[in-house]
């Protein structure tokens, strides 16, 4: 098994910065797309940390991706708005529709964000935690390209489809659900392959439909929910994918070009993404949420746990100790993305 290698956060950081900027990403994509990896590499989401960074080199290098979008958006309603990512980097159209929305929220009391013409964007928590950092709730989704079978299905037809949650807490790290409606990313495979690690039990399965522990030779991942329950992801799949591409007129999952492993690194992917910003103010009022909230968590933390020791979690709890702990002793990395951004095995760099 191959060992990962601790970079300290700052370097991390300005090693992907400079990749972009190699790659020929104008300032704002580049550092968009830093940012979104740097949130998933901080709290431990390393599947759509800065492993992601080849890939997307491959793709603006390519032409795939646009290294100079115009990112546009329109209002639609009082409540809804359309952003156009002009085939760049998905982070860049997703970060500007979440702040959209939470502008447009804090007129309305919600606002709702399309994304048309985008690319992947990596972890959706990265756009609801931007929410919850400005107070309100946060909501992000994205669909993807065909790697997920469906219940009972011998063949991928989703994407791996998240949902992401994130609320304010009040002097506390924001409550966070960031989840793949697969049984893992098909990232989380790829970085398994560059580890030479082998795969949980019944998450992934080879080309004919057969279950496998073998990263190499995985070629589709299982629903979320595993055996006689996989039913539950696939349909939450499908809500992704309703918000993401139907109801955005993009790319629906079947029919969107790969994000790997295919010889077309030119043509747009038309990748869709949606998001909601919610404030509290609108609704029980902003001082009865942060009550509300409180209290919650306070119960939520107190149930006794299975072992008699650690406090239950919440969502987000682990994700926050990790990104400390990281921030504390080093963000891990595989060996293949830290040869590609210059990284020796010590963490120091090697140019």
């Known amino acids: 098994m191959s060992r990962a290698i601790l970079v300290q956060a700052d370097l991390l950081a300005s090693r992907l910065s400079r990749a972009f900027a190699e790659a020929g990403a104008s300032a704002p994509a580049g550092a968009a797309a830093t940012r979104a990896l740097m949130h998933a590499s901080r709290l431990g989401v390393d599947s759509h940390g800065a492993r992601l960074v080849m890939v997307y080199d491959q793709k603006l290098r390519n032409g795939r991706a646009n290294r100079n979008p ?12 359309i952003v ?9 159209a997703a970060y500007r529709a979440m702040e959209l929305a939470i502008e447009i929220a804090r007129e309305s009391g919600i606002g709702a964000v399309g994304v048309v013409r985008s690319h992947h964007y990596g972890a959706a928590g990265a756009y609801a935690t931007v929410a919850a950092e400005a107070g309100l709730i946060g909501f992000a989704t994205t669909n993807a390209d ?4 469906p219940f009972e299905g011998a063949q991928a037809f989703h994407g791996t489809n998240p949902l992401a949650f994130a609320a304010p807490v009040e002097g506390q790290k924001p409550w966070l659900l960031d989840m793949a409606t697969s049984s893992i990313p098909f990232n989380r495979v790829l970085l398994y392959r560059s580890l030479a690690t082998i795969l949980p039990e019944g998450v992934a399965a080879d080309r004919q439909g057969q279950m496998t522990r073998d990263a190499e ?10 055996a006689g329950y996989g039913f539950k992801g696939a349909a939450l799949a499908g809500v992704a994918t309703l918000l993401s591409a139907i109801l955005m007129g993009t790319t629906l999952d079947h029919a969107m070009i790969p994000m790997v492993g295919t010889p077309d690194l030119q043509t747009p992917r038309n ?16 001082a009865m949420f942060d009550k509300g909230m409180r209290s919650y ?3 939520l933390r107190a149930v006794r746990h299975t072992d008699g020791g650690h406090p239950v979690m919440a969502p987000g709890d682990r994700e926050w100790a990790v990104e400390a702990e990281r921030l504390r002793d080093g963000i891990p990395i595989d060996p293949d993305t ?12 090697t140019d």
């Open 70 to 81: 115009v990112v546009t958006a329109r209002r639609t309603a009082a409540a809804a708005a």
């Open 84 to 92: 156009d990512g002009d085939n760049g980097l998905g982070a860049l």
């Open 146 to 149: 065909s790697i997920v079978a």
């Open 217 to 226: 030779v995985a070629e589709m991942l299982m629903p979320l929910g595993g």
């Open 271 to 286: 990748m869709g993404h949606f998001v909601i910003a919610i404030d509290p103010a609108f609704f029980a009022g902003k």
């Open 297 to 299: 968590l306070d119960a």
């Open 338 to 349: 830290a040869a590609f951004l210059k990284i020796g095995a010590d963490g120091t760099p």
